[in-house]
Antibody
């Protein structure tokens, strides 16, 4: 079955960077893209961006474009999200989610990675 | 960016009774390919979101048939025909038609 396993929680200081990983299994990795969505404590869902695991092309939210990078490693079926210049506003649960079917994104979700930004 | 507006913010429902949630987008979600990429997600307490409905009205794998979606253009509705205890949680609409993808603010469903 489709499984997305995310790395454990991270605690970072303001101004630092964080890398969140998402390892996929149970399907052909390069056939479906991956979205990243975050949820601040007690808040709703916020879309960060999407990466094609086939080509590596990305579509990133304008708000994050200057400090967000998404990459893919097909040898390990893993997608990475790197966020730089962290502030306390970046404290959130970060989810990866696989495309569902053509045109529909975020069909299968990882369990989330809690990123806490605190001095 | 497309703004997605959900109503109500919260809904208290008696077990076995219906519930509906509305979602309005700030512009049409019809894609140039003719499809409308409007999804509904459920988030149970302490869980990641789960895709329920895609392309307005198609139930995703494993979703019970008491969940249904309808609408077109800019107005959409999620209906639960008979609410069960396991339906408690937050519900989000999401548009996949245009980048950046955007979500509604969420609707909390609880049991009365």
């Amino acid at each position: 079955q489709v499984l997305l396993v995310q790395a454990g929680p991270a605690l970072q200081k303001p101004g630092a960077s964080v890398r969140v990983s998402c390892r996929a299994s149970g399907y052909t990795f390069t056939s479906y893209g991956i979205s990243w969505v975050r949820q601040a404590p007690g808040q709703g869902l916020e879309w960060l961006g999407w990466i094609s695991t086939y080509s590596g092309n990305t579509n990133l939210g304008q708000k994050f474009r200057d400090r967000l990078t998404m990459t893919t490693d097909t040898s390990t079926a893993t997608v990475y999200m790197d966020l730089r210049g962290l502030t306390s506003d970046d404290t959130a649960l970060y989810y990866c989610a696989r495309d569902a079917v053509r045109g529909t994104y975020a069909g299968y979700w990882g369990q989330g990675t809690l990123v806490t930004v605190s001095s | 960016d497309i703004v997605m507006t959900q109503t109500p913010v919260s809904s208290s429902v008696t077990l076995g009774q219906p519930a509906s949630i509305s979602c309005r987008s700030s512009q049409s979600l019809e894609h140039s390919d003719g499809n409308t990429y409007l999804s509904w997600l459920q988030q149970r307490p302490g869980q990641p979101p789960r895709l329920l409905i895609y392309e307005i009205s198609k139930r995703f794998s494993g979703v019970p048939d008491r969940f249904s979606g309808s609408g077109a253009g800019t107005d959409f509705t999620l209906t639960i025909t008979r609410v069960e205890a396991e339906d408690v949680g937050l519900y989000y609409c999401m548009q996949n038609t245009h980048f950046p993808h955007t979500f509604g603010q969420g609707t909390k469903v609880e049991i009365k």
